[in-house]
Each structure stands twice: as C-alpha cells, then as structure tokens.
C-alpha cells in the first residue's frame, strides 16, 4: 500500500491534469527528481521488507 499509493496518485494527476504533470517530465530537474524519488522508494520498500517479516 505505501508503495503503490505515490504512483496512483501521480497516474491520477497525470490523466486529470497533464499540465501539471508534464512540467515535472520535461524538465531536467523534474528528471532528476523524479530518479531521486524512485530511488528512494526502492531504497524504503527494501528497508521495509527488513523490518517487516511475514510469517505464514
């Protein structure tokens, strides 16, 4: 959940305000940010996956 809810509502924005979110797309800061976010999602889901341990 805490994974998929920044890309639902970055999809959502994407399609009800394009606008919006093509600034952040076609420029290079928006770029690069747009990389430090996904890194940084990776990065938490994993330490995540580390603390949380599901037993079946």
Known sequence: MLFTLPLAV????????????????RSTAGLAMLA?????????TLWLRSIVRVKF
């Open 36 to 44: 430090t976010a996904g890194a940084l999602m990776v990065v938490g």
């Open 10 to 25: 970055s999809g959502l924005l994407a399609v009800v305000a394009p606008d919006y979110m093509g600034a952040l797309v």
